[in-house]
């Protein structure tokens, strides 16, 4: 089970990995035990809790599912709705993707060698891709020695290293100063980070991002919605201007191209009633200096016609400089394989 939906007390659905979309028979007695089973589950890793007044909640359950949960007066034509997301780590490595079909032999290896060669990389796609289970894959591709601080809105990433940090977000109150994730972001980078993952990109919190990016913390992850690895330049000029600052776009631009090197693009499909994940784009964006006028330049590495995740015949000569400099080499042989 991928997914639980709760419509009202006694109309409850789940999403089954292989048979699709159901409802159960399950329900709750009424509107007070649904609200009960809210709190004991969010206050149990949270602290947060669901009433009138506070009558939206997302937080982590025990087991590392989300937590979605909003009732009345936000509801209307039910007085309570609630969203579990079940993590199913199926696939914790690359190897596990590979397996499954996500991605293609070849392009496992070229994540590897991404990932150790300490790239900065987007995992793009849709709502329930698989982002998350693809970044948790990245990052157990990384060192075991790296020191990892996780930024995130509601936790949700399982990176099983020795030295691992989650930070999350927390709504302001009366007696409580609230955290975003861009001061979250600000704090990860005064503690020594090898790398900084940022769970979700949303909103201005990417200004920081880049800004880190920037200034030598290399071996950067993050997700983000986007319908295509050329949608996601446009999704992060988007953030940028959330944060209210008057800067040209060719500033920004430059700044995103300098940032981050590996997009991914991750797609859900439906075959019948199942739902398969593949990988169907892997480009390099490459550096400022190589912008088209003002346009960011996005080249696709490895992309899928209907036919797989294969190689589009473009050598990505700048990445493998950058990788060179951290020891691991990406030679033209390594495309031509079969």
Not at 11 to 26: D, L, M, P
Not at 81 to 89: E, G, W, Y
Not at 167 to 174: K, Q
Not at 226 to 254: C, F, H, K
Request: hydrophobic residues 40%; charged residues 25%; glycine residues 8%.
């Amino acid at each position: 089970i991928e997914e639980i939906i709760l419509n009202g007390p006694g109309n409850v659905w789940i999403i089954h990995a292989a048979r699709g979309k159901e409802q159960t028979s399950a329900q709750f007695r009424g509107l007070s035990d649904a609200l009960n089973f809210v709190n004991r589950a969010a206050a149990a890793t949270s602290g947060r809790w669901l009433d009138r007044s506070h009558p939206k909640l997302d937080a982590r359950m025990r087991d590392g599912s989300r937590l979605h949960a909003i009732m009345e007066p936000l509801t209307v034509n039910v007085p309570i709705a609630v969203t579990i997301r079940r993590h199913r780590l199926v696939a914790r490595t690359l190897a596990d993707l590979s397996r499954l079909g996500t991605v293609t032999p070849q392009a496992e290896e070229f994540l590897r060698m991404a990932v150790t060669g300490r790239l900065n990389i987007i995992v793009a796609g849709g709502t329930a891709s698989g982002k998350t289970n693809l970044l948790n894959a990245l990052c157990d591709a990384a060192s075991n020695d790296d020191r990892f601080i996780l930024v995130e809105d509601t936790p949700e990433l399982q990176v099983d290293k020795s030295d691992v940090v989650q930070l999350t977000t927390r709504s302001g109150a009366e007696d409580a100063q609230g955290y975003s994730m861009a001061d979250l972001v600000i704090e990860a980078l005064r503690m020594r980070p090898d790398r900084i993952i940022t769970g979700e990109a949303r909103g201005p919190e990417v200004v920081d991002v880049l800004m880190a990016a920037n200034t030598g913390h290399d071996g950067q992850m993050l997700t983000i919605h986007a319908n295509s690895t050329r949608d996601v330049i446009q999704r992060l000029e988007t953030m940028y201007l959330l944060r209210g600052t008057d800067v040209p776009l060719v500033a920004i631009r430059r700044q995103i191209a300098d940032a981050f090197q590996v997009i991914l693009f991750i797609k859900r499909v439906f075959i019948g009633k199942q739902q398969k994940r593949f990988v169907t784009e892997i480009a390099e964006m490459q550096p400022s200096q190589f912008m088209e006028g003002e346009k960011v330049v996005v080249q696709n590495i490895f992309e899928d016609r209907g036919q797989g995740l294969a190689w589009t015949g473009y050598y990505p000569e700048k990445l493998n400089r950058r990788l060179s400099e951290n020891g691991v080499h990406l030679t033209p042989q390594f495309f031509r394989q079969s």
